[in-house]
């Protein structure tokens, strides 16, 4: 259902920075630190490329590509989420942020099931340099899935009462730029973990 | 239809596509040395479409795109340069 005035509201929205200005800078802040693991990742390679290349071979990157396509199609739902309630369609916004909930979830299963196949091949964080990365990495990421499906959960819980209020759409897109974000890290990890130097 | 192949299911299309094509480029022989280059490439081009098309970066502020934009380049020239430089030490 369309709130009255919030055409106006969506016509200003598409005038401004989606978010709020400090979304943009934590957001950075995380994206600066990551480029820091990825270029301590890349280091180590160089230095045990054998033990890396070979410990690549392990990881199966289909899991990984399931996952890739989890996310892209979970930040496409959000889009569709913050759209509708830029127009103050709450029930329509809400149907879209349970779907990307279930989307997020989705990935932490098959990470889980992913995890629980390497420890039960005996490959786990202190086996060697590689997957002490790995499970560094995907387990910040990991982290980073998790508070996003929260903040999807309370704009969820939000949605039907508020949307089309100003105040809603900033603190959704805030989401939506964070979990946008979560899935900018998954196509910059994945390659990094599973895709680079495998053939 | 016309509501279906909006830009922003237009743009995920094209994201899943690329997905799918860098496992294709990376576990298939082809392009030899090179597959790993093409995937971080594909890597940086679908980030991209998501600071653009997803996080709207093209409405935020002139700085945000910029940093955004070189974040995303630094990500991709870390990964290209340091496959390469093991690619001489094999």
Redesign the interface.
């Known amino acids: 259902m369309q709130q009255p005035g919030a055409s106006d509201i969506f016509d200003r929205e598409?005038?401004?920075?989606?978010g709020s200005e400090g979304i943009?800078t934590f957001i950075?802040i995380d994206?600066?630190i990551?480029?820091m693991i990825?270029?301590m990742f890349?280091?180590e390679?160089?230095r045990r490329?054998g033990v890396f290349v070979e410990s690549q071979r392990h990881l199966n990157?289909?899991a990984g590509?399931l996952n890739?396509?989890i996310l892209?199609?979970s930040?496409?739902v959000?889009?569709?989420a913050v759209?509708a309630a830029r127009k103050g369609d709450g029930a329509l916004s809400r149907r879209h942020l349970g779907v990307a909930w279930l989307l997020g979830l989705a990935f932490c299963i098959n990470k889980i099931i992913e995890y629980y196949a390497k420890v039960q091949a005996g490959l786990t964080p202190a086996s060697n340099p590689f997957y002490s990365y790995y499970y560094f990495i995907t387990f910040i990421h990991f982290l980073h899935v998790l508070a996003g499906m929260i903040f999807i959960a309370y704009c969820r819980g939000q949605a039907r009462a508020r949307a089309g209020s100003e105040g809603f759409v900033t603190g959704l897109e805030n989401v939506?730029?964070f979990w946008?974000?979560v899935?900018?890290l998954w196509?910059?990890i994945?390659?990094?973990l599973?895709?680079?130097?495998?053939? | 239809m016309i509501r279906l192949l909006s830009r922003p299911t237009i743009v995920w299309l094209l994201l899943c596509g690329l997905t799918i094509l860098s496992v294709a480029v990376a576990e298939g022989r082809w392009l030899r040395g090179f597959s790993s280059i093409v995937v971080v490439l594909i890597a940086a081009a679908k980030s991209r479409l998501v600071i653009q098309h997803y996080m709207e970066a093209t409405r935020a502020a002139k700085h945000w795109r910029f940093l955004y934009a070189t974040w995303n380049f630094f990500v991709a020239a870390t990964i290209i340069v340091g496959y390469a430089m093991g690619m001489r030490t094999l």
């Open positions: 598409s005038r401004r920075t989606p943009w950075f994206m600066v990551f480029q990825f270029l890349m280091g390679r160089l490329l990157d289909l590509l890739a396509l892209l199609t930040s496409w959000v889009v569709l759209r939506g730029l946008h974000f899935d900018v196509i910059c994945f390659p990094l599973y895709l680079v130097g495998r053939s």
